[in-house]
């Protein structure tokens, strides 16, 4: 039966008759290929299917040489610890569920609406795989974990680490200041904690001290930490007199509300590069409302809303010169229809995004 339909004038199309309705029908309903076993590659499955594990199905490049030949501009990093964790455990398993967040539908073809930028355009983006981190040797973990990330560093791309507790970026941090070393580096870390304790338990180095340790020895100054989102009870009195002495910069849940996200943001990257050139971001996914990222292993009512801290991990990643990155506290087993998992997934992606668009504008 003919076409009830013909092109326009204008290409588009027109009922060329009137009197009866066109005939609603679906015998048509697929466009295949010929050979339809092959027409799909594994990029072109949906994440669930033909898995690579992979962050987005991106390729792997799990050693120096991999990195290397890859030219890769950012790679991700998991970092498959939470021994450092003082509260509810399971973080460990937040880099598989972040690779595996229901998000990537093709890595290739990646649009964001947000930047109006192609990431995978502009940037050789890799996964790097984890750091090999094995369970109960906390001390060994964070050893490997500053080893993995100054070896990814070093063979070129921004590590952009897929944490784990918060005690990853202790090594983290400090292997990206390293390697950008004698440069110095600021550091913008969003939180609803502080995590500049003296110790948790006697231990030094767990998920609530990280931030102490970094200025201790030396891989930040003091006044070039900055810290947002901080609310709640924790840490105590004594801390904050030790961060003062130290001149830490930080901006409350309290000041965000008062003052909006973006002129907070905006003050933050100006204290980070005051005096340095570069920045390391660390994003604790507990800086947002844990109605928005409950699976976490210490909830603080009272965050940021998701959008907001999407948006500014973008002001942050267009603004400054990016040399590393984390995302941590992700807990899966907390986790409710993978809603943190997304979130921490698309964090990671509004920064490669933004870096994108960094390098399409210096083009
Ligand atoms: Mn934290
Ligand atoms: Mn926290």
Same mark, same amino acid.
């Given at each position: 039966?003919?076409?009830?339909?013909?092109?326009?004038?204008?290409?588009?199309? $027109?009922?060329?008759?009137?009197?009866?309705?066109?005939?609603? +029908? =679906? $015998?048509?309903?697929?466009?295949?290929?010929?050979?339809?076993?092959?027409?799909?590659?594994? *990029?072109? =499955?949906?994440?669930?299917?033909?898995?690579?594990?992979?962050?987005?199905?991106?390729?792997?490049?799990?050693?120096?040489?991999?990195?290397?030949?890859?030219?890769?501009?950012?790679?991700?990093?998991?970092?498959?610890? #939470?021994?450092?964790?003082?509260?509810?455990?399971?973080?460990?398993?937040?880099?598989?569920?972040?690779?595996?967040?229901?998000?990537?539908?093709?890595?290739?073809?990646?649009?964001?609406? &947000? =930047?109006?930028?192609?990431?995978? $355009?502009?940037?050789?983006?890799?996964?790097?795989?984890?750091? !090999?981190?094995?369970?109960? +040797?906390?001390?060994?973990?964070?050893?490997?974990?500053?080893?993995?990330?100054?070896?990814?560093?070093?063979?070129?791309?921004?590590?952009?680490? =897929?944490?784990?507790?918060?005690?990853? *970026?202790?090594?983290?941090?400090?292997?990206?200041?390293?390697?950008?070393?004698?440069?110095?580096?600021?550091?913008?870390?969003? #939180?609803?904690?502080?995590?500049?304790?003296?110790? &948790?338990?006697?231990?030094?180095?767990?998920?609530? %001290? !990280?931030?102490?340790?970094?200025?201790?020895?030396?891989?930040?100054?003091?006044?070039?930490?900055?810290?947002?989102?901080?609310?709640?009870?924790?840490?105590?009195?004594?801390?904050?007199?030790?961060?003062?002495?130290?001149?830490?910069?930080?901006?409350?849940?309290? $000041?965000?509300?008062?003052?909006?996200?973006?002129?907070?943001?905006?003050?933050?990257?100006?204290?980070?590069? #005051?005096? !340095?050139?570069?920045?390391?971001?660390?994003?604790?996914?507990?800086?947002?409302?844990?109605?928005?990222?409950?699976?976490?292993?210490?909830?603080?009512?009272?965050?940021?809303?998701? +959008?907001?801290?999407?948006?500014?991990?973008?002001?942050?990643?267009?603004?400054?010169?990016?040399?590393?990155?984390?995302?941590? %506290?992700?807990?899966?087993?907390? #986790?409710?229809?993978?809603?943190?998992?997304?979130?921490?997934? +698309?964090?990671?992606? %509004?920064?490669?995004?933004?870096?994108?668009?960094?390098?399409?504008?210096?083009?």
């Amino acid at each position: 039966m003919a076409s009830p339909w013909r092109s326009g004038p204008h290409g588009v199309w $027109e009922a060329s008759r009137v009197s009866e309705p066109p005939d609603f +029908r =679906l $015998e048509h309903s697929e466009l295949h290929g010929d050979d339809e076993f092959t027409e799909y590659t594994t *990029t072109d =499955l949906p994440y669930y299917s033909d898995w690579r594990g992979s962050f987005e199905k991106l390729p792997w490049a799990a050693d120096d040489d991999a990195l290397r030949a890859a030219g890769a501009d950012v790679a991700i990093v998991g970092a498959p610890l #939470d021994e450092g964790t003082s509260s509810r455990p399971g973080a460990r398993f937040g880099p598989r569920a972040i690779r595996m967040a229901p998000t990537a539908w093709g890595s290739d073809s990646a649009w964001s609406i &947000q =930047l109006d930028v192609e990431p995978y $355009e502009h940037l050789t983006v890799v996964d790097a795989g984890d750091a !090999p981190v094995v369970p109960t +040797r906390f001390e060994r973990a964070l050893r490997v974990i500053h080893e993995k990330v100054f070896r990814v560093a070093s063979a070129g791309p921004v590590p952009i680490v =897929l944490g784990g507790d918060h005690s990853i *970026t202790y090594p983290s941090a400090a292997a990206v200041a390293r390697h950008v070393w004698p440069r110095k580096v600021g550091i913008v870390h969003f #939180d609803a904690h502080a995590d500049t304790g003296a110790d &948790q338990w006697g231990n030094l180095y767990g998920h609530g %001290e !990280p931030m102490r340790r970094l200025i201790e020895e030396g891989w930040v100054a003091g006044p070039n930490f900055v810290q947002v989102g901080l609310r709640g009870y924790w840490p105590e009195r004594e801390t904050w007199g030790w961060m003062r002495e130290q001149g830490l910069r930080w901006h409350t849940m309290v $000041e965000i509300e008062q003052r909006g996200s973006e002129a907070v943001i905006a003050d933050a990257i100006a204290e980070a590069l #005051d005096g !340095p050139d570069c920045v390391y971001l660390s994003v604790d996914i507990d800086v947002v409302d844990p109605g928005m990222a409950p699976g976490t292993g210490t909830p603080e009512s009272g965050g940021m809303l998701a +959008r907001e801290l999407l948006r500014a991990v973008r002001q942050v990643v267009e603004r400054v010169d990016l040399v590393g990155m984390d995302v941590v %506290e992700v807990s899966p087993p907390y #986790d409710h229809a993978e809603v943190t998992a997304i979130l921490a997934h +698309r964090t990671v992606m %509004e920064a490669i995004s933004a870096l994108a668009a960094r390098r399409a504008s210096s083009r």
